[in-house]
Every structure is written in C-alpha cells, then in structure tokens.
C-alpha cells in the first residue's frame, strides 16, 4: 500500500530535550515537505526537500533542522525544542514526474511541548 | 507571495441538504492549481477536489463540485446531499504550477463544517 509514514503520531516531552520526527515513504517519490498546523493559521511549510541531499527552508524553519540522505526518508529534527513547537506536524511527498500530481499526507504528529 | 482566504471559520449545515465553502486567493500567476482537502477527527488529511487554472470548466467529484471564478480568485466548494461522514475540517490550498522548484501548498486557516443529523 503506498503510503507515508509518520513517527511518533504523538509525543510529550520537556523544553530543550532533542527530539526526533521520522518520516518515510514506499512510492519513491523525490519531493518531500514538513508543514505544521495550528489553529488559526491552517498548515505552513518548514522544511521541503527535492530530492536526495537537497532540501531547503520553508516559511517557518526556525529551530528545525532536516535531513535527506535516502530518498524514502525525511526527518525532521527539533536540537532543543520549545513551547511555541508544540503543534501537529504533516509530512507529505509528492513524485516529480506530471504536471499534476497531488500531494500525499502522512497521518500527523502531535507534539506537545512542556 | 500567495495567500488564500477562507472567511468562514464554522458553517453547518442539515444532513442531506447542500453547502457551499468560500475560498478566495490573491496571486500574480497566471497558471496554477487549487485544492480542497478534507481533515476529519482522525487528522488525515484528504484530497477532495482539484482544479487547474488553465481548465475553464469546474471540477467534479461525485456530491463535491467547485465554482471557480479565476478573474474573481474565487474558488468555492459545494457539497450536495451533505453526509454526516462529511463532518471535518476543510482547506483550502494554492499550489504553483510546477517548474522543478519548491511544491509549496500554501493552505487556507480552514473552515469547520458540521454536518446536522
């Protein structure tokens, strides 16, 4: 089943403790993106990534960093984490080929940050 | 750079009746794409419909259709014989056409729809 795969789907944790967000996709896709939601604000883009070793700064990259050394997985790091991450964090992949080709979402993260 | 609109934060609606969510969007392109997807309680989130700026005619997704005024940057969603299933956060989103750079949705703050048994 093609699919992308988020890990943990939730998370409690202390301000500053590194935490880690994995994502992986089965559809070989080459673009993948973090966005997180909030009320009020609707989903905003972090982090997106190409393909492998190319990724670049969203809209809100402010205290996340991320990797992408294989092209299926996408995590998404938090160094030292604080109360203004708590949210529910997307991944999402999409393949490079068409014109047309609509996102998939994995299931979200809920971070809350103590 | 894009930003799209969604005025109504809560629309309900009767079970079986129809319902239109508003969705405006401001952009210098002339071609692009627009979405709506559906998050129900369980957090997924789903496409519903898609349209293309460059088509003329609305898409079309069984009891989901759009109007889409591209002159107006208007892109409503209508959903007929609404369901009780249909219950769930709704965004709207913007995406630019593809050129091998970022495929950014840029989402909408959503509309949450209750649907009245």
């Known amino acids: 089943e093609a699919q992308v795969t988020q890990n943990p789907r939730y998370l ?42 190319v990724t670049d700064k969203g809209d809100v990259p402010e205290g996340y960093k991320v990797s992408r050394k294989e092209k299926r997985n ?34 979200g993260t809920r971070l809350s940050i103590l | 750079a894009q930003t799209v609109t969604q005025s109504q934060p809560e629309m ?36 519903v419909i898609r349209q293309e700026a460059y088509k003329q005619q609305n898409a079309t997704e069984n009891r989901f259709s759009v109007n889409f005024q591209k002159a107006a940057k208007s892109f409503s969603l209508k959903i007929s014989d609404s369901q009780l299933g249909d219950a769930a956060m709704y965004f709207c989103a913007y995406r630019s056409l593809p050129n091998f750079g970022n495929e950014k949705l840029t989402f909408g703050t959503g509309t949450r729809l209750t649907i009245i048994p």
């Open chain 1, 12 to 53: 409690i944790t202390v301000t500053g403790k590194k935490l880690t967000v994995t994502c992986s996709q089965n559809m070989n896709h080459e673009y993948m993106s973090w966005y997180r939601q909030d009320p009020g604000l609707g989903l905003r883009q972090i982090y997106y990534s190409m393909n492998v070793e």
């Open chain 1, 74 to 107: 996408f995590p998404l790091i938090l160094e030292s984490p604080s109360p203004n991450q708590t949210s529910l964090y997307f991944c999402a992949s999409s393949p490079r080929e068409g014109p047309n080709q609509p996102q998939h979402f994995g299931d």
């Open chain 2, 12 to 47: 309900s609606v009767q079970e079986a009746e129809t319902v239109t969510l508003s969705c405006t969007y401001d952009t210098s392109e002339s071609d692009y794409y627009l979405f709506w997807y559906k998050q129900p309680p369980s957090r997924q989130m789903i496409l």
